[in-house]
């Protein structure tokens, strides 16, 4: 798989953030079928870091209510990278 389709868009919420500063942790979105190893080398192309460790998370597809009825969101998979001791990446 070529980098640019296994990692989808980086995941900015509070906690993410407060990772990135404090343990120098990094989540994206990713491609269901990239494995670990499809991860770090995605990451270490795209933004040229040293990634120490990968940890992935499958997320099921949840039910939402809306007003017109239920709907399904679809799976998704979620990375959390660890890069090495004074490696950042330039989300912002």
Known sequence: MHPSTVIKKPIVT???TAAMADDNRYTFLVDRRADKTAIKHA???LYGV???AVTT???KNRERR???GYV???PSKKAIVRLAEGQ???LF
Request: proline share 5%; aromatic share 4%; charged share 30%.
């Open 50 to 52: 040293s990634v120490l």
């Open 72 to 74: 399904q969101a679809p």
């Open 14 to 16: 509070e906690r993410s």
């Open 66 to 68: 809306l007003k017109y």
């Open 57 to 59: 998370q499958l997320r």
């Open 43 to 45: 990451v270490e192309s």
């Open 88 to 90: 950042t990446i330039d």
